[in-house]
């Protein structure tokens, strides 16, 4: 009798973008006409095209395993030294961190799900409300909490609210928890956080033998020079900190899968006997059992990105999609709602109108505008009340959008 892995059972049927998606079906069945309009602002995905100097270097990579001599089999677990090397000096001069404390992935969904593997059970793990559910749902997985109530919180977590009195960056929690996930700027609401607001949690972190779990997937749409873009940024983040990173968002790669995890050595966690166990050598070897590394023509292309040509295009696809961000920002606040991110990040989390609720702005916007949001209620219970309108769209989707919001209250 094969025995399954009674955790998943507590698993809410990954409701959120099933039910957009059902929503927007029967939507377009009853109004076929009107649906050809629609215009999706949902589902966090780029839009535009992959960048020439990525192309290039992944053409000639592709080619390269055509000949005897340059061709490539079983490469590194952990990342080749190239991109290693590239990612330390571009991404991390002066923070500290060496090439060896990168470890090469295809992406930041799986590695932040399996960054689980090499942590015990029993640990107390912080979670942000309204929250990327990748966190969720991997601790549900392995067993980190009970059931669900009827709000979807899952027993054993502890929740942290992030709500516009905290401008989305939750307060310091009082009891003791084990590790933290922070995401900033942050996927669903757009907010960054400031130095200051991350110094307290490193300082958390440290007392409390924490680990945070740093998620940077967005750090490259940071406009304010005074926002960290690392938590290494931050002093004594070595000593308490794991950091993931993504070519998805910046370079355009969710097709393509490319991240990295940066673990800095001096990182520790403790044993059954309260030893220090350096969470460095575990990821390593965990990396070295379960993955054979990240495809060679794809490492190549992701170290395009650091060339002067790769830089300059990363930034005008930045420059774009924040482009949308204020104008979409522009338009829901003409509405006269309010409207929160959007400035360091490529998401707009904008209040409900009086007396509508999350689901209640989606189908509104949907059969009004012909317009797909993400319901804030989705991402957690404190994200009722509250819409994500996402910037990743070409210009054009933009401003037809502006001009639909303006007709809709
Ligand atoms: C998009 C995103 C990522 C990146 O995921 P990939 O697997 O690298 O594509 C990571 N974290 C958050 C919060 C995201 O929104």
């Known amino acids: 009798m094969a025995r399954i892995n009674d955790h998943f059972l507590k698993l809410k049927a990954g409701y959120l973008f099933p039910e957009i998606g059902r929503r927007v079906s029967a939507y377009t069945e009853a109004n076929s006409e009107k649906a050809a309009k629609l215009i999706r602002c949902g ?8 960048p020439q100097a990525v192309r290039d270097a992944m053409k000639a990579a592709v080619d390269a395993q055509g000949h005897r001599e340059t061709f490539k089999g079983y490469g590194p677990e952990q990342g080749y030294a190239f991109l290693r090397e590239t990612v330390a000096k571009e991404a991390y001069a002066d923070l500290g961190i060496t090439a060896d404390e990168i470890f090469i992935s295809d992406g930041s969904k799986c590695d932040t799900g399996n960054m689980l593997d090499i942590f015990g059970p029993g640990n107390k793990i912080a979670i942000t409300d309204p929250v990327y559910p990748v966190y969720v749902d991997t601790n549900v997985m392995i067993g980190n909490t009970g059931e669900a109530d009827e709000n979807g919180a899952y027993e054993g977590l502890v929740y942290l609210p992030c709500n516009k009195e905290n401008q989305f960056v939750p307060a310091i929690p009082e009891e003791k928890v ?4 922070l995401c900033y700027p942050n996927n669903p609401t757009g907010a960054s956080a400031t130095r200051a607001q991350l110094e307290a949690w490193v300082a ?6 924490a680990i945070i779990l740093y998620d940077a997937a967005y750090e490259a749409f940071v406009q304010d020079p005074e926002v960290p873009r690392s938590i290494f940024e931050i002093e004594g983040a070595h000593d308490c900190a794991v950091e993931f990173r993504s070519f998805s968002k910046n370079g355009g790669f969710t097709g393509i899968r490319c991240g990295y995890v940066v673990i800095p050595k001096g990182l520790v966690g403790y044993d059954a006997q309260g030893g220090e166990v350096s ?10 059992t379960k993955f054979n590394g990240a ?10 990105i650091f060339s002067p040509e790769g830089k300059a295009q990363v930034a005008a696809l930045i420059e774009h999609y924040m482009g949308n961000a204020k104008l979409l920002r522009q338009a829901c606040k003409d509405l006269g709602l309010a409207v929160f991110g959007g400035v360091n990040a490529p998401y707009v ?15 509104k ?5 012909q317009v797909v949001i993400t319901p804030g209620s989705g991402f957690g219970a404190a994200g009722e009340g509250y819409f994500r309108i996402s910037a990743f769209n070409s210009r054009e989707n933009v401003e037809e959008v502006c001009r639909r919001l303006k007709a809709l209250l």
């Open 43 to 50: 589902i966090g995905d780029v839009t535009e095209p992959l």
């Open 178 to 181: 084990d590790l933290i996930y």
């Open 204 to 209: 958390y972190a440290r007392k409390n033998k």
């Open 279 to 288: 969470i460095h050598s575990l990821w390593s070897r965990r990396t070295s």
């Open 295 to 304: 495809s060679y023509p794809v490492q190549k292309g992701a170290e395009a």
């Open 349 to 363: 989390w904008v209040e409900c109108p009086e007396g509508i609720d999350s689901w209640g702005m989606f189908d």
């Open 365 to 369: 916007m949907l059969e009004e505008a």
